[in-house]
């Protein structure tokens, strides 16, 4: 098969699943454990991880096709932490990945190192009620937690989405990580966030369309009125950058690595630019379905709530765009043009 056959299946195969997965009845908050055990068996679960470590070794030009249908359908599963965060920062520490989804938790922790103990609080951890592990990363070192042995107390995102409170007190898996990891694990974050925000915003404009198509006002349809089109038409725009930039910054990963130059110029890009449009598409689709929008009953709270939420974790579009700044003066003149372009 040709590489555009192999997008187009993946494409095909991940849409199916996601939107079988939702259903026609009225969507749960909490995890989606029929919808991960699907992904685990596609092997969708841990697609970028190499196969040592139950992944599929596949690239993050099709993370990309994977993370924006998950997006769009407003999946309850943590593939972003699993297979980006979680999955790759214990595989870097050659700590075994326990079976099931796992989550990444951030924060400050008093930790032992010389009896492998830790204690301490950890907030809005993503998923941790329904972890296999909780992973770490503390200074140079990665922390591995068997949920078992922790105190967790729900909480959730505007979206709903888990956002746990972990309480920490008791023995830890420790292994050492060189000191670049952290810089690597806060791009994997922005761009894994950044997928799923432009699926997200595809899906917020696909339900406004359908809506205005179907809502009838003053004997026509709303979507035959100019001002709804050129609405609609301003969030198409907003949609279509958002997923240039998610997508350019997914394949200058797979190219040239998290420390390229190139990379981080993508990747800190794409986390603003898709918040930005984030923002634009939900007050957009909002207005086309008017005050129907807004009801907890109606399917569009689950895409514009993750556009909501998703736009401000993993950094806003204020710290990265201090990072654009600083890699273009740090260039100088003559690399802004390849920046830009991701060409030498």
Known sequence: MSTSEIDTALSDLAESVFRDARGDGEPGTGFDAALWSTLDEAGLARLTLPADAGGSEATFADAAVVLGAAGAHAARVPLVETDLLA???????????????????????????????????????????????????????????????????????????????????????????????????????????????????????????????????????????????????????????????AESAARAATQHGFAAPESRFAIAAAKSRTGEAAGVVARIAHQVHGAIGFTREHDLRLTTTRLWAWRDEDGTEAEWNELIGGLVLEGGADQLWPLITGSP
Do not use: C
Not at 150 to 158: L, Q, R
């Open 87 to 245: 999955g790759w920062l214990l595989h870097t520490a050659g700590i075994a990945l326990p079976a099931g989804p796992l989550t990444l938790a951030t924060g400050d922790l008093d930790i032992d190192r010389t009896v492998n103990r830790a204690s301490g609080v950890l907030h809005r951890v993503p998923w941790a009620r329904a972890a296999a592990g909780i992973v770490m990363l503390a200074g140079d070192h990665v922390l591995l937690f068997d949920p078992a042995d922790v105190a967790i107390t729900d909480g959730t995102n505007v979206a709903e989405e888990p956002r746990d409170t972990v309480t920490v007190d008791g023995a830890i898996i420790a292994s050492s990580v060189d000191e670049q990891v952290g810089a690597e694990l806060r791009l994997r974050a922005a761009l894994g966030r950044s997928l799923l925000l432009a699926g997200a915003a595809r899906g917020a404009l696909a339900a406004a369309v359908h809506y205005a198509g179907e809502r009838v006002q003053f004997g026509r349809a709303i979507g035959k009125f100019q001002a709804v089109q050129q609405d609609l038409a301003r969030a198409a725009a907003e949609v279509a950058a958002a997923s240039a930039a």
